[in-house]
Nanobody, 126 residues
Framework: QVQLVESGGGSVQAGGSLRLSCAAS????????MGWFRQAPGVDREFVAAINRNSDSTIYKNSVKGRFTISRDNAKNTVYLQMNSLKPEDTAVYYC???????????????????WGQGTQVTVSS
């Protein structure tokens, strides 16, 4: 069992930065691939970024490549999402998720993630 709690959301102007954190409880964190997803009002939840358990494989949604960076600290049971050059279209509730089933890779598919946090709001104004 893994419990996830996101933090670090807020309101920023376009071009600004935020760093999201996701603290995990449970001994399976270090063996789980981790992902960030987001959901804007009226839109399906979508993939943003994911990282495998050893931090040697990361994947990103095309529109955030070069602006967002996912990382993790297994000693602290925490995964991060550094978001730079934020745009109004990045406005959404951001969720972290854990996939304990994957060993060497990370998935961009919602259905592969067994555990989810409650989300943190990110609002980017123009």
């Amino acid at each position: 069992q893994v419990q996830l709690v996101e933090s670090g959301g807020g309101s920023v102007q376009a071009g600004g930065s935020l760093r999201l954190s996701c603290a995990a409880s449970g001994r399976t964190f270090s063996s789980a691939a981790m992902g960030w997803f987001r959901q804007a009002p009226g839109v399906d939840r979508e993939f943003v970024a994911a990282i495998n358990r050893n931090s040697d494989s990361t994947i990103y949604k095309n529109s955030v490549k070069g602006r967002f960076t996912i990382s993790r600290d297994n000693a602290k049971n925490t995964v991060y999402l550094q978001m730079n050059s934020l745009k109004p279209e990045d406005t959404a509730v951001y969720y972290c998720a854990a996939d304990p089933s994957r060993i060497y890779s990370a998935s961009a598919l919602l259905k592969d993630y067994a555990y989810w946090g409650q989300g943190t709001q990110v609002t980017v104004s123009s």
